[in-house]
């Protein structure tokens, strides 16, 4: 068997396209533009990237993407009073702190004190509960995109049993949340796997939808793989390659030619649930702003 290898840049075109329509017909009804601030604080490069792609996919969908840039000095007073003011503006429908945040500054709390109508990266508390409670407002970007990955490629979730590899606050858990939930795309048994787990390997080879999210590579093997398995591999980590011009490559959880050849279906990294995640961030970007007029 050899895998059908998932586009996951094809499907994140597909939605920016759609969210762009979109966001064109608000502004034409509506008159005035969807728009997201990220804040970020300190020197981090890969952050810093992250940020920039952020803000020019916004711009490229028609909203408006501002970028708060502070020192990495911030003190929580400064950042908290930032995201205060941003909290009190009518133009700002989305706010992201990106993390990771310097060390002495509390993530848990500053994710706290965004309005949870705008938390677009679907943090806070309050958000985390109306997912569990399957009134979902926003759900976190990545399981997001996994989820309209799997409904596009026409894979059948309702009654499959999935495994999630990682039980990650970003990830694993909100995952877990709408897959658990009802309507397109969820309607699955769900196990999720971690470091507590004592047999992981028999726990994943009874997967019908094999989802990694742990940031290990090369943790899951073929051999971890059930015949005829769809294998979605969400994480992207940095290992040093010479033979690189930038020094390092991207590798994910899952060892991709083994997979492939179990597999009925498998993610590639890059190219697979990446390019989802700022399409599915606009996505909740735009529903916060039709909430608004609602």
Known sequence: MTARIIDGKAIASKVREEIATEVAEFKQKH???PGITVVIVGDDPASHVYVRNKERAAQQVGMNGAVVKL???????QL????????GDASVHGILVQIPLPDHLDEDEIVRAIDPRKDVDGLHPENVGLLF???????????????????????EVRGAHVVIVGRSNLVG??????LLGRGEGANATVTICHTGTKDLAAETRRADVL???????????????KPGA?????????????????????AGDVLFDEAAKVASA??????????MTIAMLLHNVLLSAKSTVA
């Open 266 to 275: 498998i993610t590639p990294v890059p190219g697979g649930v990446g390019p």
């Open 71 to 77: 020192s990495a000095e911030t003190t929580r007073e």
């Open 31 to 33: 008159g005035f533009t």
């Open 80 to 87: 908290l009073q930032t995201v205060s003011d941003l909290n």
């Open 230 to 250: 769809v294998v979605i591999d969400v994480g992207t980590t940095r290992v040093e390659d010479a033979s690189r011009k930038s020094g390092y490559r991207l």
């Open 173 to 178: 858990k909100p995952l877990a949340g709408l």
């Open 133 to 155: 409670s399957g009134q979902t407002r926003f759900a976190p970007a990545t399981p997001q995109g996994v989820q309209r990955i799997l409904v596009e490629e026409g894979v």
């Open 211 to 225: 989802v990694s999210a742990t940031g290990i590579p090369g943790s899951i093997t073929g051999e971890m793989v």
